[in-house]
Nanobody
């Protein structure tokens, strides 16, 4: 069983930056693919970014590409999402997720989820 805990969310002005962290419990983190998703009120959960177990493959949603950077430190059981040039439309509850499967842009591929951390971007 893997438990995920997100942190680093908050309130920031448009154009600002935040770094989200996702810390995992258990010995299997380094073998799992990881993803970030977000959900705004009244909207479906959407893909933000994923990173494979060895950081060999990384992908981003078009809406965040060139502004967000995903990374992981397997020695610390932690994944990160560096967000810059934040926009009001980035406001959402951000979730990290883990899986040993593929199709990593699809939230249904993920077996483990955190509780989320709120990101609010004011205009």
């Amino acid at each position: 069983q893997v438990q995920l805990v997100e942190s680093g969310g908050g309130l920031v002005q448009a154009g600002g930056s935040l770094r989200l962290s996702c810390t995992a419990s258990g010995p299997t983190f380094s073998s799992l693919h990881m993803g970030w998703f977000r959900q705004a009120p009244g909207k479906e959960r959407e893909f933000v970014s994923f990173i494979t177990w060895n950081s060999g493959e990384i992908d981003y949603a078009v809406s965040v590409k060139d502004r967000f950077t995903i990374s992981r430190d397997n020695g610390k059981n932690t994944m990160y999402l560096q967000m810059i040039s934040l926009k009001p439309e980035d406001t959402a509850l951000y979730f990290c997720a883990a899986t040993s499967r593929y199709y990593l842009r699809n939230p249904r591929s993920y077996d483990y989820w955190g509780q989320g951390t709120q990101v609010t971007v004011s205009s």
